[in-house]
């Protein structure tokens, strides 16, 4: 930042003829007055040093501030060494970061970015999928094939996108000992639209009673705020019957919008 105006005046000066102001005082006038700085003659009279003893204090103080301005200019600010000179040329003083450090930073895969959150959407159900059926996003204990059912929607509240499906069951998945494909499918109607659109087709293998799968959404299955939305599973005709699946949908939401 750059040195400021000066905000003090002179209290008097040399001025004479025209020049000459109620500033002004002739050399002689100052040679007066500096005689009787010189001898004292304010610490002398009693009277005059006790009404004048707290200015007296404040401007030494505010000497004694501009004489330690002086010695750090002169001596710490004019007068640096080489070696300082160089490593403020090179910069070689900082602290250094590593490259993952400086690689975290570019990419930013540290951050925890407050602009997304993550719903999780419950919709377990009891039922049978060798057919396509859709979840239960709402108050509902068995799937429905149609995707007009009114518990199979989940209305977006944001613009997002699908980011996984987590599913359990508390029977086996198995198809004598061996895993079979589930196939799950994201979709939505766009808002002022009944047409229901396929956004992305994932798949995963089943597993035995008690263990999870899970199938990891792409930018592929994005929505916008007011989509109806709608997700499917389907099993091949094996294994058969109605069991009980235990499953939760995670939505990415971007709470800008």
């Not at 039922?127 to 007009?148: K, W």
């Not at 799968?213 to 109806?228: I, L, Y």
Request: glycine letters at 4%; aromatic letters at 8%.
């Amino acid at each position: 930042m750059a040195l400021a105006d000066r905000k003090s005046q002179d209290i008097f000066n040399k001025r004479t003829g025209s020049d000459r102001d109620a500033k002004s005082i002739d050399t002689s006038k100052e040679t007066e007055i500096k005689s009787k700085f010189d001898n004292g003659e304010h610490i002398l009279d009693q009277g005059m040093f006790e009404n004048l003893a707290p200015a007296l204090y404040a401007v030494q103080q505010v000497a004694d501030d501009i004489e330690e301005l002086r010695r750090f200019v002169s001596s710490e600010i004019t007068s640096i060494t080489t070696s300082q000179a160089s490593a403020i040329t090179a910069n070689t003083a900082k602290t250094s970061i590593t490259t993952s450090q400086s690689n975290a930073i570019t990419a930013n895969t540290n951050k925890r970015d407050a602009r997304y959150i993550f719903i999780p959407v419950i919709c377990n159900f009891y039922g049978e999928i060798t057919t396509e059926s859709y979840v239960p996003f709402s108050d509902g204990e068995t799937e429905s094939t149609a995707n007009s059912n009114r518990r199979n929607q989940f209305i977006a509240p944001f613009d997002g996108q699908f980011h996984k499906a987590i599913f359990r069951s508390n029977q086996s998945l198995l198809e004598r000992g061996k895993g079979v494909t589930l196939t799950v499918k994201s979709k939505r109607a766009r808002n002022n639209s009944s047409t229901v659109d396929d956004l992305e087709t994932e798949t995963v293998t089943t597993t035995a009673a008690e263990n999870f799968m899970e199938v990891t959404f792409s930018s592929t299955s994005s929505f916008n705020k007011g989509d109806r939305l709608l997700m499917s599973m389907s099993l091949p005709s094996v294994p058969r019957g109605n069991k009980n699946w235990f499953v939760t949908v995670i939505f990415k939401i971007d709470q800008t919008t």
